[in-house]
């Protein structure tokens, strides 16, 4: 209905205006036509009217004949009491005629009635001193055109007037002809800009047509629809206006998701680690006692559990007191030391699932400030997403090393990194892998690798992802040889 009522409103008018344009101007051209034909005959016969009565020829009937074949038209010599003495009527009520017909518009039987009106028209004409003068008849119907003007005295006693007279039939049939053929060329001119109007009215309803089903898509929660329209005026800005919207609206829609699903997972997490705090306790005391009666060998392994323990309580605490991670404590850690360290508390539980865990690390790598249970919980991750990649065995590989800066933006840094023979990660994926809560495992939150992206940033280093020479993916934290401010 919308579309209809914008194009009512421009083409109607348009062609309305075409309608009186091209009318206004066929009747111009009609009339400017008729009245040229006209006033050319009337000159004509004023020209030969002057030219018999001021000129020296002899007014005979052969003269006369030749005249009035020259112009088309009948010639009639008048004495001074109006009565035709001579002419090309062929009337039985003139003393001398000429038997051969001047025009041809001029039907035999309507030429000879008009000789006896022809002495009436002629006097009446006479009302003043201006010449030659000029009339128009009606006569069986036709409309005729007369000229008539005075014959000095010294030409010929005989004849004091000559009149020139022609039917009008021939000029209206030409008009009519003229009228036809630029109706027909105003016709066809009409139609032609109709079309075109009516192909510019649809380029301007057609894209607005399609912008407002777009936004109508939009509305109802439709973010993937676009136009398709490729213009460099007003629609085409409009159409990349809600382009950009929904773009917008769709990264603003995922966006809020993505908060509804952090303050969701945020809630749980803070009843989780509320309901674990006490067993949790529970085992670290029970870890102590057996601390106090436990042989040596045993102590290095009990120890290891109580750090894991106390790391856990940092983690519940954190969560319960802040609901975000806890501010770094920064100390120097060997990397290579820690990494030796995670494998150790690992290794078995890889080798049952046929994963060959092996380790290539730079021994001259020297220690960097960080906090100690946060890095752990960085290298856990990812080799725990790793394993996670290999259901049927596999390998994974965890290298260090020394990244040599260019300068004070970029120093020197140092990095781990850990690599699987997995599946790999597609491209597609790369760019939101660590910032939204994503996840193509069952039951996973996609908290991992946006947990880990969190701890880098904290350190002032970065975690990125690239294809391994395993097969599958490689992940690589960089960590900045300075210490990080406060």
């Known amino acids: 209905m919308s579309r209809s009522r914008i194009y009512k409103r421009l083409f109607i008018p348009y062609v309305l205006a075409l309608l009186l344009g091209l009318g206004g101007a066929w009747l111009a051209a009609t009339q400017l036509f008729s009245e040229t034909l006209e006033n050319r005959l009337h000159s004509q016969l004023a020209h030969t009217v002057e030219l018999l009565a001021n000129g020296s020829f002899p007014y005979t009937p052969r003269l006369l004949r030749r005249m009035s074949r020259l112009i088309r038209a009948d010639i009639a010599l008048l004495d001074a009491s109006g009565r035709i003495s001579v002419s090309t009527l062929a009337s039985a009520s003139t003393q001398n005629s000429v038997s051969t017909p001047a025009s041809a518009s001029t039907p035999g039987d309507e030429r000879q009635a008009l000789a006896p009106h022809l002495k009436t028209l002629v006097r009446d004409t006479v009302t003043g001193d201006e010449r030659p003068a000029t009339r128009r008849f009606k006569s069986g119907g036709h409309q005729y055109l007369l000229v008539w003007n005075t014959v000095p005295d010294s030409r010929d006693s005989r004849v004091k007037y000559i009149a020139a007279f022609s039917s009008l039939s021939d000029i209206q049939h030409t008009n009519q002809r003229i009228a036809m053929w630029l109706g027909a060329v105003a016709l066809t001119g009409l139609l032609l800009l109709a079309w075109i109007g009516h192909r510019v009215s649809q380029s301007i309803t057609l894209p607005i047509r399609e912008l407002a089903q777009m936004a109508s898509e939009i509305a109802v929660g439709n973010r993937d629809i676009r136009a398709r329209i490729h213009r460099r005026d007003e629609i085409g800005d409009l159409a990349r206006a809600l382009n950009s919207m929904a773009i917008k609206l769709d990264d603003y829609d995922r966006e809020i998701a993505e908060q509804s699903r952090m303050a969701t997972l945020g809630q749980m997490t803070a009843r989780i680690a509320h309901e674990i705090r006490n067993p949790l306790t529970a085992i670290k005391m029970q870890l102590q006692l057996l601390k106090e009666t436990a042989s040596a060998e045993h102590l290095p392994l009990l120890n290891s559990l109580l750090d894991e323990t106390r790391r856990l309580e940092l983690i519940v605490l954190s969560t319960l007191q802040h609901k975000k991670i806890a501010t770094p404590v920064f100390s120097a850690t060997s990397l290579n030391n820690l990494v ?147």
Request: aromatic share 4%.
């Open 340 to 486: 030796e360290e995670i494998v150790q508390l690992l290794r078995l539980q890889f080798e049952h699932q046929d994963i060959e865990l092996s380790l290539s690390l730079d021994a001259e790598l020297p220690a960097v400030a960080v906090d100690r249970d946060m890095i752990t919980q960085i290298i856990l991750n990812l080799l725990l997403n790793a394993r996670e990649e290999l259901p049927d065995g596999g390998r994974i590989r965890i290298s260090t090393g020394t990244t040599h800066g260019n300068d004070e933006r970029q120093p020197d840094s140092v990095y781990f990194s850990v690599d699987d023979s997995g599946p790999g990660i597609a491209e597609s994926h790369w760019r939101t892998l660590f910032t939204e809560t994503t996840s193509n495992k069952p039951g996973g939150f996609g908290l991992g690798l946006r947990l880990c992206h969190e701890l880098a940033e904290l350190h002032h280093g970065h975690i990125r992802i690239e294809h391994s020479d395993l097969g599958g993916a490689c992940f690589r934290v960089s960590l900045p040889l300075t210490e990080p401010p406060p």
